[in-house]
């Protein structure tokens, strides 16, 4: 099991093609960690990207699309050993510095491909996001039947 073993899920409400390609950039996540060599290892168009990772830490890294109502769900994990032995507060750090530089530039990504939409409004030329209604007889939301 490597030392760190990161995951992330980030909900992107945009066009899960447009995500895709956005992310689909070598260069892109080069730049989000640079002390990592990320060497594509599969490479699965629309539904992610796996690498292995070399330089300042050691294992893998991978991204895949989770298509959910009008946008999709980025998963990222990155799971690797430090090159060089961190223990105790100083592994900690290091987590919290490879999870900070993720949301930090997905976030600002998320903030570009949603811009114009206001927080719980759906994405335009989307099918609308339903997911409870209130039914007016009895006070209480219910979920839609399945299609």
């Not at 290892?41 to 959910?68: D, F, H, K, Y």
Request: proline content about 7%.
């Amino acid at each position: 099991m490597p030392t760190l073993d990161i995951s992330c899920d980030d909900l992107v409400v945009a066009d899960p093609a447009y995500v895709a390609e956005r992310l689909g950039s070598d260069t892109l996540w080069r730049e989000w960690w640079p002390d990592l060599t990320l060497t594509p290892s599969e490479r699965r168009g629309a539904e992610g990207v796996r690498w292995a990772v070399t330089g300042a830490a050691i294992g893998t890294a991978e991204w895949w699309l989770e298509p959910v109502r009008d946008g999709v769900v980025v998963h990222w994990y990155l799971r690797v050993d430090p090159a060089r032995p961190v223990r105790g507060r100083a592994l900690e750090r290091l987590k919290e510095r490879y999870v900070a530089a993720y949301r930090e530039h997905l976030w600002r990504f998320k903030d570009e491909a949603e811009a114009g939409r206001a927080a719980g409004e759906r994405r335009t030329s989307s099918d609308p996001a339903i997911v409870s209604v209130e039914d007016p007889e009895t006070d209480t939301e219910t979920r839609p039947a399945k299609r």
